[in-house]
């Protein structure tokens, strides 16, 4: 039975693949800093949870012995705790990929983001891509994974609505299909067994940022009201952060800002609705 090394498993994507590898009866080794945080996944007999953490590798020693297959969401948005983007996105994931090449792992399946190749100039991904070249470069087999975003990252204009408007540079009509984070854990983990080397997918709805605005407004039963702010002002704001804010500011702002000024359409994949996601999201909100 094939054993599996997750890495990153207390994030937002982590838990959803810990609980896809348990649908699917698979065991895996949860990796995770602070262990307390997967206390409602012990109890079951084919997950056990490791301390460790991946920015040091001495405590990863001897940690993917008789695992198959190193499963890696390693990375951050936003600097903090002294760490840099190099730190975690690059070197993290490298400490992971020197264990599993000493302990003769099979595969290694690394979760970047879509596009990262051709946005190399931006920070974040700039790390992230030189993770992805060392890893193509390992002989290990691999599988880059590619999502177009999640739907908690769409958050951003449902907490704009809330107020009843929401803002968008330019006109709007960029398109983008952010996917559920289960719907992409079944993806990471159907790449197990699968030979791609590099999956971009999307969930199945392809909207526009007016469309997604305007999903955000209903969810919240506001009347649509959308702000269009003319383009030049996100550019201003890039090159502002840019001679201004300290990396751990200007870094997650270039990226949102830079990928909401185009498309990104990668291939549809899912059952879960954004719709459903802000409904639910609107309905837990009023519930607290």
């Not at 890495?7 to 699917?24: D, F, P, Q, V």
């Not at 992971?96 to 979760?111: C, D, P």
């Amino acid at each position: 039975m094939t054993n599996i090394l997750l890495a990153g498993s207390t994030g937002y994507l982590g838990r959803h693949i810990l609980k896809e590898l348990r649908n699917w009866q698979i065991p895996v080794k949860a990796v995770a800093r602070e262990p307390e945080k997967l206390r409602t996944f012990v109890q079951n007999d084919l997950i056990s949870v490791i301390k460790a953490e991946v920015t040091k590798p001495e405590s990863l020693i001897n940690l993917c012995d008789g695992i198959d297959t190193v499963i890696s969401t390693v990375g951050i948005t936003r600097q903090k705790d002294g760490l840099t983007y190099m730190d975690v996105d690059y070197q993290a994931n490298m400490n992971l990929l020197n264990e599993a090449q000493r302990s003769g792992v099979r595969k290694f399946i690394y979760v970047s983001a879509i596009d990262g190749d051709k946005l190399r100039h931006l920070h974040i991904l700039e790390a992230k891509e030189k993770f992805v070249d060392a890893l193509k470069a390992s002989g290990l087999e691999y599988s880059i994974i590619r999502p177009n975003g999640f739907y908690s990252d769409m958050r951003d204009f449902l907490d704009m609505a809330r107020s009843g408007r929401v803002y968008l540079f330019g006109d709007g009509e960029y398109k983008l299909n952010p996917i559920y984070g289960a719907d992409l854990a079944e993806v990471v983990v159907k790449a197990i067994a699968q030979k791609e080397k590099e999956i971009s997918v999307g969930g199945p709805d392809l909207l526009t940022q007016n469309e997604i605005a305007e999903m955000a407004l209903n969810a919240w039963g506001n009347n649509i009201k959308i702000t269009h702010i003319p383009d030049w002002v996100r550019v201003f704001i890039v090159q502002a952060a840019r001679l201004f804010t300290p990396i751990s500011t200007y870094g997650p702002l270039e990226f949102f800002l830079t990928l909401m000024a185009r498309d990104n359409i990668a291939p549809r994949y899912g059952t879960h609705h954004l719709q459903d996601f802000y409904k639910r999201e609107v309905t837990n909100h009023l519930n607290l």
